[in-house]
């Protein structure tokens, strides 16, 4: 049986062939702790070494900035937390956006209950926020400022730049979650400007359950996770060392290559949205037109609702869809809803994502299911 073509991959990415060779030595034969003063940890402290050197290669940072972490989450969870409580007894505001991801936008609602006050500033209508309203809201108080690279429902590119220098001229701490954009743009952490970014393993071609956070030299965050002293003392924790590895490979696989990889994307992404908007009348692009991710396509259907559309093409294609559907009907995301998306458009907002492996032909194909899925909802419910 076909299996359906995978337009989902925001969501998460296969593993690349080269991390799952690099992988698998030390799934079997290589298994030693990289804290054993031997020679089996040894060869296994030599791989987190290695590895840690090809993720700072990518982000141009210096090895000892990199610190392991075990998915994005955790390490957004590190960033936010371990500026809050390395602060708190001289500032305790924190600034962020109405678009991030669960990860970032729970743990600065948990910081609330813990004492600490959070503004988040709305982003305007393609997704993106201005720096100028960054910098209004930034008070006496303020420690850090923690903003989205690139969203990942519609792939709204953020101003992090300038927001970084605003930060930086004020004295603040500067984060971003960079899950959805390291490996598919250029992500330098010294162009940027920031302190702090977090990345996940499996946005990228690497296994789940590992990411990694630079901190930048001279931050000072409080340790998140507690034991012996693993990752420079900064993340307790006996290091997985086969996922490091894999993260350390899929990291390398892009370097010299991110061109390429962002051409390809933006070619077959291009060819989905020219192909829906030549078959299927009544349609809207949610997101900036240009200053989006490569890869992300995130459109309505008037009139019609996504999680019935992915229902219906589900055998065909794996896509995502932006608003939750249950029993008492469908709720919109938060990001659709900051953007102040109408919600007779928002309720059929559907994310396409594609990959590295993506073909043209592939595209072609989810097209025509997409645009014959349409056309015979629509009837069916004109008819009804």
Same mark, same amino acid.
């Given at each position: ?37 031997? *020679? ?38 590190? *960033? ?23 990860? $970032? ?31 209004? $809201? ?54 940027? @400007? ?15 359950? $590992? ?6 030299? @001279? ?13 420079? @003392? ?37 060819a989905l949205w020219r192909g829906l908007k030549e078959r299927v009348p009544d349609i809207r692009l949610n997101g900036h037109p240009t ?94």
């Open positions: 049986m076909k299996k359906p073509i995978y337009l989902d991959y925001n969501a998460t990415t296969p593993l690349a062939a080269e991390v799952i060779r690099a992988m698998q030595p030390y799934q079997r034969l290589k298994y030693g702790n990289p804290s054993s003063a031997h *020679a089996y940890g040894n060869e296994a402290r030599f791989a987190v070494e290695h590895a840690r050197a090809q993720v700072a290669k990518l982000i141009h940072a210096s090895p000892d900035e990199i610190v392991f972490t075990g998915g994005g989450t955790e390490a957004n969870n590190y *960033a936010l937390k371990g500026a809050a409580w390395a602060n708190r007894s001289r500032k305790r505001h924190i600034i962020t956006t109405t678009i991030e991801h669960p990860a $970032v936008s729970e743990v600065c609602s948990w910081l609330e209950k813990e004492g600490f006050s959070v503004t988040r500033v709305p982003v305007d209508g393609t997704g993106r926020v201005d720096p100028v309203k960054i910098e209004k $809201v930034i008070t006496s108080q303020t420690f850090l400022i923690s903003v989205m690279h690139a969203n990942n429902e519609v792939g709204a590119i953020q101003p992090i730049r300038e927001i970084a220098a605003i930060a930086r001229a004020h004295g603040i701490l500067m984060h971003t979650d960079a899950a959805q954009s390291v490996g598919k743009i250029p992500t330098d952490v010294k162009k940027l @400007g920031v302190d702090l970014l977090s990345i996940a393993g499996h946005k990228l071609y690497a296994p789940k359950g $590992v990411g990694a956070l630079f901190v930048r030299r @001279g931050v000072v965050l409080e340790k998140f996770m507690h034991g012996a002293g693993h990752e420079q @003392g900064r993340r307790a924790g006996t290091e997985n060392v086969a996922g490091v590895v894999g993260l350390g490979e899929a990291c390398a696989l892009v370097q010299g290559r991110m061109r390429a990889i962002e051409r390809h994307l933006k070619t077959t992404t291009e200053e989006r991710l490569p890869n992300t396509l995130n459109v309505s259907f008037a009139g019609i609702l996504a999680c019935e559309l992915l229902e219906q093409i589900r055998k065909q294609i794996s896509a995502s869809a932006g608003a939750a559907c249950h029993s008492g009907g469908a709720s919109v995301s938060a990001s659709l809803q900051a953007m102040r998306v109408p919600p007779e458009w928002a309720l059929g907002a559907v994310r396409f994502s594609t990959g590295r492996t993506t073909t043209l032909e592939e595209v072609a194909e989810a097209v025509c299911h997409i645009a014959g899925a349409v056309e015979k909802m629509r009837k069916s419910e004109a008819h009804s």
